[in-house]
C-alpha cells in the first residue's frame, strides 16, 4: 500500500516552539512530494466530528511527542486506531519525563501499540531502550533538519544594537536554564561594555517570565523578544553575532541547526543534544561551566579567520547531514514498514 494520506498529531502547530517547527518542516517536506497531510495540533485545537472523519480517512498516524499526546489521549475514549501509527519523541518526553514513574508508565500506554518510534538521536533511543527494552525493533534514528521557511512574506523584526550580540533561542522554561551564564556575562560588559543578550522565545512559564521582565527593565543590554513567526527566523539570526543553546537537556537543538545552516557560529552546554550536533572546536563550541563561557568567546571573536572556519565546518556538516531530503526520505522507509507490516497482517 503505498502512503497517499497522513494524519499528523502534534502538540502545537500555530505556536512557534521546537514541536511546532519539527512539524512544519516533516509537515513542508512531504507535501513536497505530493503526499497529503491532515494537522492536528491536540494541545491547540479541540477534537469534533470534522477531525474524527479526516482522522478515519487517513492511511497512517504520526504522533509528535510521546508523553503529551499519551496525556491528551487519556480522555478521547472512542479513538481507535485502526490503521498503524508511528511515534517521533519531542525531546524533552526521553529527556526528562522518563525521570518521572508516572509519566513513563503513561509514556508506554501510546509506545506498546506503535509501529515504529522515531528519535532525533543515539542519546534518545539509548534512554527508551533503557526504560523499554523490549522495544528495541521499532526504534529509529533519524536526525532533525535545519530548515526555515521562505521569509519573503513576513517583515523583518530590528534587534537592538551592540557588539557582541549574543542570542538565545528559547522558549521559556526552567530546562532551558536561561540565565546560566549570567553572572559571566555582566563580568564581559567590563572588557565589551556594548555586549548585549537577547533571549527570543515563547513564555512558557509564569515564574520565570517575570524574572526575564525584571532584569529586562534593570539592564538596558538585556532583551526579551517574544515568540515570531518561523519565517523571521532567518533574518534575526543573520542579525547576530554568536548564537547560544544553555539548556540542562535537549533533544536535538533546532536552534542551533538553523543558525548552522546559516554561517553562524554557535557556543552551547554541554549535554547529549547539543553534543550530537556539535564537535567542540570543528563545527562550535561545548562548555561545562559558566566560568569557561568568557574565555572560549573572547577567542571565537578575537581570531576571525578560526570563526569563520569554525561556521563554514559547521554549515557544510548540516547541509551535508541534516538536510531536510535525507529527513523525508527516512520518515518515508518508516512509513513504507509499517504499511507493509499492516498489510501482511
Known amino acids: 500500500m503505498k502512503l497517499k494520506h497522513l494524519f499528523f498529531f502534534t502538540p502545537y502547530y500555530e505556536q512557534n516552539r521546537g514541536n511546532s517547527t519539527t512539524a512544519k518542516r516533516i509537515v513542508a517536506g512531504l507535501t513536497a512530494r505530493g503526499i497529503k497531510v491532515t494537522v492536528f495540533p491536540y494541545e491547540e485545537a479541540s477534537w469534533d466530528e470534522e477531525w474524527a472523519k479526516r482522522f478515519a480517512a487517513a492511511d497512517l498516524f504520526h504522533i509528535l511527542h510521546l508523553r503529551r499526546f499519551a496525556e491528551w489521549r487519556k480522555y478521547k475514549e472512542g479513538l481507535a486506531f485502526l490503521q498503524p501509527y508511528v511515534l517521533t519523541s519531542g525531546g524533552t518526553d526521553v529527556n526528562e519525563d522518563l525521570k518521572n514513574r508516572e509519566a513513563a508508565k503513561l509514556i508506554q500506554s501510546v509506545t506498546n501499540q506503535s ?122 539570526y543573520e542579525q547576530f553575532d554568536l548564537v547560544l543553546n544553555l539548556s540542562k537537556s535537549e533533544g536535538q537543538p533546532m536552534a542551533l541547526l538553523e543558525a548552522m545552516a546559516l554561517g553562524k557560529p554557535v557556543v552551547a552546554r554541554r549535554n547529549p543534544g547539543n553534543e550530537s550536533i556539535l564537535t567542540d572546536r570543528e563545527t562550535g ?61
Open 115 to 236: 509501529c515504529a518510534i522515531t528519535v532525533f538521536s543515539e542519546d534518545g533511543r539509548s534512554k527508551l531502550l533503557h526504560a523499554y527494552p523490549e522495544l528495541a525493533e521499532r526504534i529509529y534514528v533519524i536526525p532533525q533538519s535545519a530548515w526555515l521557511p521562505d521569509p519573503s512574506h513576513e517583515p523583518q523584526i530590528p534587534i537592538h544594537p551592540g557588539w557582541p550580540k549574543l542570542l538565545l533561542p528559547a522558549g521559556l522554561r526552567p530546562v532551558k536554564d536561561v540565565f546560566y551564564i549570567w553572572d559571566e556575562l555582566t563580568r564581559m560588559r567590563e572588557k565589551w561594555p556594548e555586549l548585549s543578550f537577547t533571549i527570543i522565545g515563547a513564555a512558557l512559564d509564569d515564574k520565570l517570565l517575570a524574572e526575564v521582565e525584571w532584569r529586562r527593565q534593570k539592564y538596558d543590554w538585556f532583551h526579551y523578544i517574544q515568540e515570531v513567526p518561523l519565517a523571521c527566523m532567518r533574518s534575526i
Open 285 to 345: 563550541l561545548l562548555f561545562e561551566q559558566p566560568e569557561q563561557f568568557p574565555a572560549l568567546v573572547e577567542q571565537l571573536l578575537e581570531d576571525d579567520g578560526w570563526r569563520r572556519q569554525l561556521s563554514e565546518r559547521a554549515r557544510q556538516f548540516v547541509e551535508t547531514k541534516h538536510s531536510l531530503e535525507q529527513e523525508i526520505k527516512a520518515f518515508l522507509a518508516v512509513y513504507d514498514h509499517c504499511l507493509q507490516r499492516a498489510d501482511r497482517k
